[in-house]
């Protein structure tokens, strides 16, 4: 994953551990003192909360532990790898598009990241400025020139 991603997923978990985590405790506490827990939906429904945020951070932490970092910015070269931010251009209707390749848990197509196994990113790796690449997608295939190679 990048530096970004990886920094996003720390905030995200000390979001969880600092302000999620001490306000369901909170909301179980309350709905103790309201008496008997068989019929309290304020208490089920906070206990439930409390498992899903215990999921996240178990999750998130499995994630940050396992995750190789790469720094894009000391990375370089011709050829699209890992990182690597490709602008290319639709052969068919000359539309423009620009893509940074990720890891698939900080993939977001609209901010213009595309994960690493998607099928345009897997097309693009390995290939060089001016290359065109062909993309099985459910409309057809699809073929993409490689405009430009960054590392931003």
Known sequence: MTVGGYQALDEDLKRLKTIERPAVIAAIAEARAHGDLSENAEYHAAKERQGWIEGQ????????????????????????????????????????????????????????????????????????????????TPGGVKAYEIAKVEWV
């Open 57 to 136: 951070i178990a999750e998130i932490e499995d994630r940050m532990a396992r995750a190789q970092v790469i720094d894009v910015s000391k990375l370089s070269g011709d050829q699209v790898k890992f990182g690597a931010t490709v602008s290319v251009v639709d052969e068919d209707t000359e539309e423009q598009a620009r893509y940074q390749i990720v890891g698939e848990h900080e993939a977001d197509v609209k901010s213009g990241r595309i994960s690493i196994s998607s099928p345009i990113a897997r097309a693009m790796i390995g290939k060089e400025t001016g290359d065109v690449v062909e993309v099985n």
